[in-house]
Nanobody, 127 residues
Framework: EVQLQAFGGGLVRAGGSLRLSCAAS????????IGWFRQAPGKEREGVSC????????YYADSAKGRFTISSDNAKKTVYLQMNSLKPEDMAVYFC????????????????????WGKGTLVTVSS
């Protein structure tokens, strides 16, 4: 059974940092792209950053470039999202999800080829 467990959300002031973690199990970790997504109230879910943990290739949405860093620890089967310089507009529920075989980090960050979603973790940014 595929499981994705996201944690690390919380309340932070604008300009602050958070690190999200996504612990994965139930599939061969290095064979699938994994990503972070978010959904703010009244908005559609969007890809934030995604990674191919096999070769380290990454994709970032424009909103994340320069502020967020995605990484993976293959031994721990965990993907991290380090978020710095947080803004009120980053406030959302953040989810991690894994792509199906053959889908790149670029694909899944555009919401193509996603297979499984974890439950979200709420990030609140106060101004």
């Amino acid at each position: 059974e595929v499981q994705l467990q996201a944690f690390g959300g919380g309340l932070v002031r604008a300009g602050g940092s958070l690190r999200l973690s996504c612990a994965a199990s139930g599939f061969t970790f290095g064979d699938h792209a994994i990503g972070w997504f978010r959904q703010a109230p009244g908005k559609e879910r969007e890809g934030v950053s995604c990674i191919n943990s096999n070769n380290g290739s990454t994709y970032y949405a424009d909103s994340a470039k320069g502020r967020f860093t995605i990484s993976s620890d293959n031994a721990k089967k965990t993907v991290y999202l380090q978020m710095n310089s947080l803004k009120p507009e980053d406030m959302a529920v953040y989810f991690c999800a894994v792509g199906g075989a053959g889908h790149s980090e670029y694909d899944i960050c555009r919401l193509y080829g996603l297979d499984y979603w974890g439950k979200g973790t709420l990030v609140t940014v106060s101004s």
